[in-house]
């Protein structure tokens, strides 16, 4: 965890999901981090990076594509 860490609400399907948002420290060229670790409901969802092909996650065991594309268009809202 940093002090960076924000909370995640988020209505996806007709399901609204909370957590927190915890932004790497490591940073990309645009300033940016360049990972994010997401908890839903108190629990690991994934950690999850922006890449050209989109939004993709990693140690969060296939967890849905389009839910994880979803966050990520929500931590882009949150630096908006």
Not at 50 to 74: F, H, M, R, V
Request: net charge negative.
């Amino acid at each position: 965890m940093n002090d960076k860490t924000f909370p995640l609400s988020l209505k996806f399907k007709e399901q609204h999901y909370h957590g927190k948002v915890t932004p790497s420290e490591e940073l990309s060229s645009n300033g940016l981090p360049v990972f994010f670790r997401v908890e839903i409901g108190g629990e690991f969802f994934a950690y999850i990076c922006c890449t050209d092909n989109g939004w993709l996650q990693k140690d969060g065991n296939d967890k849905p594509k389009d839910l994880t594309s979803a966050i990520g268009e929500y931590i882009r809202g949150y630096y908006e």
